[in-house]
T-cell receptor, first 111, second 112 residues
Framework: KQEVTQIPAALSVPEGENLVLNCSFTDSAIYNLQWFRQDPGKGLTSLLLIQSSQREQTSGRLNASLDKSSGRSTLYIAASQPGDSATYLCAVKNQGGKLIFGQGTELSVKP | DVKVTQSSRYLVKRTGEKVFLECVQDMDHENMFWYRQDPGLGLRLIYFSYDVKMKEKGDIPEGYSVSREKKERFSLILESASTNQTSMYLC???????????FGEGSWLTVV
């Protein structure tokens, strides 16, 4: 059974720092992996999607990598800003089309 | 822009009441989903639908049912609400051939 884990559960950094959020999964037979952002009391917004055949995806200050063999993905945020404060969730899509979510990392960027 | 609209953001219902949560998407997506999100448990899939009048159970369907009479609308029904169904409910949709999933803003349900 696929399990997705995100460590740490919470992270606080000063503005301007580069940071890395981690996501691990137990079954490497995935279709894709997606990173989401969730603001308090709101729904999820898709940030980056990496297909199983890809190694990374970039969007602005965000870069997501995927290493299927080790069951890991990282989300790199460059030059963090207070507006980046949110919960970040990763989700893997298995071959059956089902999305399995991690529990998220709550990020706080202090001015 | 894709829009997934959950009409009720905040609801308070009594134990035993029948509750309807409505979700509408405007992008002609085939797939629609209902999740619940609880602290420490993350997002859990309740039901999903790949087509009109079609439904499949997710991981935690007990106590819930769904209805999809039109392609754009997917309703979650709590036949007899219980306090353990107090949660944030998230609706989502995606195209059949696409990968990205789009979420609504969520519906906060409190059962007292």
């Amino acid at each position: 059974k696929q399990e997705v884990t995100q460590i740490p559960a919470a992270l606080s950094v000063p503005e301007g720092e580069n940071l890395v959020l981690n996501c691990s999964f137990t079954d490497s037979a995935i279709y894709n992996l997606q990173w989401f952002r969730q603001d308090p009391g709101k729904g999820l917004t898709s940030l980056l999607l990496i297909q199983s055949s890809q190694r990374e995806q970039t969007s602005g200050r965000l870069n997501a990598s995927l290493d299927k063999s080790s069951g890991r993905s990282t989300l790199y945020i460059a030059a963090s800003q207070p507006g980046d404060s949110a919960t970040y969730l990763c989700a893997v899509k298995n071959q059956g089309g089902k999305l399995i979510f991690g529990q998220g990392t709550e990020l706080s960027v202090k001015p | 822009d894709v829009k997934v609209t959950q009409s009720s953001r905040y609801l308070v219902k009594r134990t035993g009441e029948k509750v309807f949560l409505e979700c509408v998407q405007d992008m002609d997506h085939e797939n629609m989903f209902w999740y619940r999100q609880d602290p420490g448990l993350g997002l859990r899939l309740i039901y999903f639908s790949y087509d009109v009048k079609m439904k499949e159970k997710g991981d935690i369907p007990e106590g819930y049912s769904v209805s999809r009479e039109k392609k754009e609308r997917f309703s979650l029904i709590l036949e007899s609400a219980s306090t353990n169904q107090t949660s944030m409910y998230l609706c989502a949709s995606s195209p059949v051939a696409g990968n990205t999933i789009y979420f609504g803003e969520g519906s906060w349900l409190t059962v007292v």
